[in-house]
């Protein structure tokens, strides 16, 4: 009995010790990407209303689960005055959390890579563009690069469903002009629930409708040399402006697609002297002295949004 004992044990599978899981890492990486029919940023098109695309990636360390600290960088395309390869957004910041508040502070810093100084065709000419040496007055500033500061705060009034927002951008030096700028909103956003659309299995889509209303406050250029001067001249006192912006957008999975109406109370004169819209030039094959780059517009537009800790296993 003691023998068939010993060799019944001895057949028995020892029962393996799962160590525990180790704890998650609090590291984390987000990315992804837009194709858009418009680039418009705080109701002014950056892509001359044409398409445009941007990337981006996202560097995020999770100091605990209320406190993150995240470094990252977006890339544009772009079609504006200067003709930049990009707009290349540098930023950082922190992401604190207090209850249903999510809070926001960092730092952009908003790069203009390879930038063209315009002129005009100087005396005698017709308003085209031409160059300094032949007499022409500047249109554009040699660089647009600047920095901004910013504060954003959004409230979550029913869990997974509504939200509050409040923006706040300040820039001492807007598009290198020595104006300031500062650009402040209000944002709300209502989820609806998730339905299934029964193609291509398609199923858990969801949805929902946001807005944004904002103002932004500029002040008076003066950073303009003889030999980097401005269409306007110096001292010039830009216009301030009101935007605003409404849309439906449906998610499934890591998409988005977005239909989004945008507008603003500039006029097509004030546009132009915001914008240097070279459209506006009397050779600019547009209306002398405007731009409809803020009129009102719809875009659309499809994104995906991925997470390292989500998505990438």
Not at 25 to 50: H, K, M, T, V
Not at 162 to 187: Q, V
Request: aromatic share 16%.
């Amino acid at each position: 009995m003691l023998c068939a004992t010993t060799a019944f044990a001895a057949d028995m599978p020892l029962k393996a010790i799962k160590a525990p899981p180790p704890p998650p890492s609090p590291w984390d990486w987000a990315f992804g990407g837009q194709l858009l029919s418009d680039y418009n940023f705080r109701g002014i098109s950056q892509s001359n209303r044409s398409q445009s695309a941007t990337v981006y990636s996202e560097t995020r360390y999770n100091v605990n689960p209320d406190f993150q600290l995240y470094a990252g960088q977006q890339s544009w395309a772009v079609t504006l005055p200067t003709k930049p390869s990009c707009e290349c957004d540098l930023y950082g910041g922190i992401r604190p959390t207090v209850g249903s508040l999510a809070f926001d502070f960092g730092f952009i810093y908003y790069w203009y890579p390879r930038e063209t100084q315009q002129f005009n065709d100087g005396p005698g000419g017709v308003g085209g563009l031409g160059n300094a040496f032949l007499g022409g007055t500047a249109l554009t500033l040699r660089d647009t690069d600047y920095y901004e500061g910013y504060g954003k705060v959004t409230w979550e009034v029913a869990k997974d469903r509504f939200w509050l927002g409040a923006n706040e951008y300040y820039s001492p030096d807007w598009l290198h002009s020595g104006a300031y700028g500062n650009y402040a909103s209000i944002t709300a956003k209502l989820a609806g629930p998730s339905f299934k659309l029964g193609l291509f299995g398609m199923d858990e889509i969801g949805w929902y409708a946001s807005g944004e209303v904002g103002h932004y406050w500029l002040g008076t250029t003066t950073n303009f040399t003889p030999a980097n001067n401005f269409a306007l001249g110096s001292n010039f006192n830009l216009p301030d402006y009101t935007t605003w912006n409404v849309g439906l957008a449906f998610t499934w999975k890591v998409m988005t697609f977005d239909v989004r109406y945008y507008d603003t109370n500039l006029s097509k004169t004030n546009c132009f002297l915001l914008t240097g819209d070279l459209h506006g030039l009397p050779a600019g094959g547009g209306t002398i002295g405007q731009s409809n780059w803020c009129s009102s517009t719809v875009i659309a537009a499809l994104k995906f949004d991925l997470t390292a800790m989500a998505n990438l296993k």
